[in-house]
């Protein structure tokens, strides 16, 4: 069964979002090619798993946490990922280019073989493996290579750092392609900590991210329905959502809240604000006295 979102009908380019004169100060980050995966034949055997390292130890941080989606959500390379996905479905699977786009953006959130196991029931498992891997090849290469950060992110990082709160990325990409992203971009330091399909599903890391961090707010930054999902189905854990407008398709703020998101906006410029609102102390309501009879 097609897991399209409620509204996707209406899913139409509502044309760019207007942004402040502060985010359009876009820093000139050379472009630097990353090398994993970009080269690898698909004909090359499965490296052997190293063995797993023990999770670190719980331990208590000082104000709380807040995970965030990588595509999408703080690079934003969604409509050129979707463009590589809706020509790798198309010459797999024959779809049209354009249904296929407008599907894989409707079931973005999932790792990229779940998405075809959604879109594509009948074809075998060990065909949708090989297609996966065919899809993150090209998207490390070439969606990759010239993905940068949204332009508010490297502040919004540095503010909550500052508040002290504790930042940590959950994704369906690779660890390692992660960690060079960041890393290239010169934002990984902000980050504690870096999961990715290696290491479980969303739903996993958010599980994880309770464990080592307890007794503290969690925040999930997510872009799809899926991540608003994800949250919600980890208790304690809340969502927050930057919602998207790409030509021929768009998600809503509203969209994003119907799906469970405590707020969302079209930039996370925000975001230190609310995080800060949501984990504020609620005041006792006054109550106020009747007067005595006499």
């Known amino acids: 069964m097609?897991?399209?979102?409620?509204?996707?009908?209406?899913?139409?380019?509502?044309?760019?979002?207007p942004s402040s004169p502060e985010e359009d100060e876009r820093s000139e980050t050379p472009i630097i090619p990353l090398p994993v995966l970009a080269n690898k034949?698909?004909?090359?055997?499965?490296?052997?798993?190293?063995?797993?390292?023990?999770?670190?130890e719980p331990r208590r941080v000082p104000r709380g946490v807040v995970v965030f989606d990588l595509d999408g959500?703080?690079?934003?390379?969604?409509?050129?990922?979707?463009?590589?996905?809706?020509?790798?479905?198309?010459?797999?699977?024959?779809?049209?280019?354009?249904?296929?786009?407008?599907?894989?953006?409707?079931?973005?959130?999932?790792?990229?073989?779940?998405?075809?196991?959604?879109?594509?029931?009948?074809?075998?498992?060990a065909e949708r493996h090989r297609v996966a891997l065919r899809f993150h090849q090209r998207k490390a290469k070439e969606a990759y290579g010239t993905a940068h950060p949204f332009p508010e992110i490297p502040r919004v990082l540095k503010r909550l750092a500052q508040e002290q709160w504790t930042l940590v990325i959950?994704?369906?990409?690779?660890?390692?392609?992660?960690?060079?992203l960041l890393e290239r971009e010169g934002i990984r330091y902000w980050f504690?900590?870096?999961?990715?399909?290696?290491?479980?599903?969303?739903?996993?890391?958010?599980a994880e991210y309770r464990r080592r961090?307890?007794?503290?707010?969690?925040?999930?930054?997510?872009?799809?329905?899926?991540d608003m999902e994800a949250a919600a189905s980890v208790p304690g854990v809340i969502a927050l959502g930057r919602a998207s407008s790409l030509p021929g398709w768009a998600?809503?703020?509203?969209?994003?809240?119907q799906w469970g998101a405590a707020w969302a906006d079209h930039t996370l410029a925000r975001l230190p604000e609310e995080v800060a609102r949501l984990t504020r102390p609620k005041r006792p309501r006054a109550t106020r006295r009747r007067p005595a009879r006499r």
């Open 73 to 125: 959500t703080i690079l934003d390379d969604l409509n050129h990922i979707s463009e590589v996905a809706a020509d790798v479905m198309s010459t797999e699977f024959g779809t049209p280019p354009a249904e296929a786009r407008v599907h894989y953006l409707a079931t973005t959130g999932l790792p990229f073989e779940a998405q075809l196991a959604q879109l594509y029931p009948d074809v075998a498992p």
């Open 213 to 226: 961090y307890p007794g503290v707010p969690v925040f999930l930054v997510g872009d799809s329905r899926f």
């Open 170 to 180: 959950s994704t369906g990409a690779e660890k390692e392609i992660a960690d060079l």
């Open 192 to 206: 504690e900590a870096v999961l990715g399909a290696g290491q479980g599903t969303k739903r996993e890391h958010l």
């Open 251 to 257: 998600l809503a703020p509203k969209d994003l809240e």
């Open 2 to 17: 097609l897991y399209l979102p409620r509204g996707i009908e209406r899913a139409v380019s509502p044309g760019p979002h």
């Open 41 to 56: 034949s698909l004909d090359t055997p499965e490296p052997s798993p190293l063995p797993e390292e023990a999770p670190p």
